[in-house]
Nanobody
Framework: QVQLVESGGGLVQAGGSLRLSCAAS????????MGWFRQAPGREREFVAA????????YYADSVKGRFTISRDNAKNTVYLQMNSLKPEDTAVYYC???????????????WGQGTQVTVSS
């Protein structure tokens, strides 16, 4: 079993940056692909980014491509989401998730964190 804890959320002005972190428990972190999803009020949870087990492959939603970067440090059991050029529409609760492959659908992931709030003011 994997436990995930996100951090790094907060309030930022449009155009600013934030880096989210997701720390995983256990010694099997490197055996999981990792994903970031987000959920805004009144909307379904949506895919943001994913990364393969070794970090060599990354995937992004079109809405964040070129602005967000997912990375991981398997030695630290941590996955990151660097968010630049933030927009008000990026406001959401951001969740990290662990699964066997880096898919874009939430149902492919087995473990989820509790989420961290990101608010972008205009």
């Amino acid at each position: 079993q994997v436990q995930l804890v996100e951090s790094g959320g907060g309030l930022v002005q449009a155009g600013g940056s934030l880096r989210l972190s997701c720390a995983a428990s256990g010694r099997t972190f490197s055996s999981y692909a990792m994903g970031w999803f987000r959920q805004a009020p009144g909307r379904e949870r949506e895919f943001v980014a994913a990364i393969s087990r070794g970090g060599s492959s990354t995937y992004y939603a079109d809405s964040v491509k070129g602005r967000f970067t997912i990375s991981r440090d398997n030695a630290k059991n941590t996955v990151y989401l660097q968010m630049n050029s933030l927009k008000p529409e990026d406001t959401a609760v951001y969740y990290c998730a662990a699964g066997r492959v880096p898919r874009t659908t939430m149902y492919e992931y087995d473990y989820w964190g509790q989420g961290t709030q990101v608010t972008v003011s205009s």
